[in-house]
């Protein structure tokens, strides 16, 4: 008995093998399509969390922006030009906080860590309208890069030397009546 058993399991195991083989395959494939549906999800939930941290770093800027100019130096607001040298050393650190303020936003989205869309409709055009606007910001700029300033990131004095050329492009500031 024995051994009629054991000739009907070596006739019979084949095609168990085979189907045992076939079912793991099925449930290999299964298992690949389940892990690369994990990974979609896992790439979409980081890349939904690293637009949140742009978001996030462009409002951090917009605050810290909005409370530098609420305290923009009169000298600068009334449109002043000339003699930047010699002008308050309060306003000269102003001039150097916009402009550190600048190279960090540049930086931020040359590692693409603020949105883009912030970038080229918001910041980028508002530095040339500064720049158009207050021209002591041209010369609290040029004297600070006298000064061996805003070397970083290494990209960041072309930068505004295009910010500049592309300011006087804009119409300029209409001066109130006295």
Not at 122 to 128: E, Q
Request: net charge neutral; hydrophobic share 40%.
């Amino acid at each position: 008995m024995l051994n009629s058993m054991l000739q009907w399991l070596k006739k019979s195991s084949k095609p168990y093998a085979e189907w045992a083989t076939f079912l793991g395959f099925i449930a290999a494939c299964i298992g690949i399509f389940m892990a690369y549906g994990q990974l979609r999800t896992a790439n979409a939930q980081l890349e939904q969390a690293n637009d949140q941290r742009r978001w996030q770093n462009y409002n951090e800027l917009n605050i810290r922006y909005a409370q530098l100019y609420e305290n923009i130096p009169k000298d600068i607001a009334s449109g002043c030009t000339g003699g930047f040298a010699n002008i308050e050393p309060d306003t000269k650190r102003w001039v150097r906080q916009y402009f550190d303020l600048y190279s960090e936003e540049y930086w931020l989205f040359l590692n693409d860590l603020i949105p883009k869309e912030m970038w080229t409709h918001r910041i980028h055009g508002g530095v040339r309208v500064n720049l158009n606007n207050y021209p002591a910001l041209v010369e609290g700029y040029r004297y600070w890069k006298e000064q061996g300033a805003f070397t970083h990131p290494v990209e960041f004095q072309p930068e505004v030397e295009r910010a500049i050329v592309d300011a006087k492009q804009l119409p300029q500031k209409s001066q109130a009546a006295p």
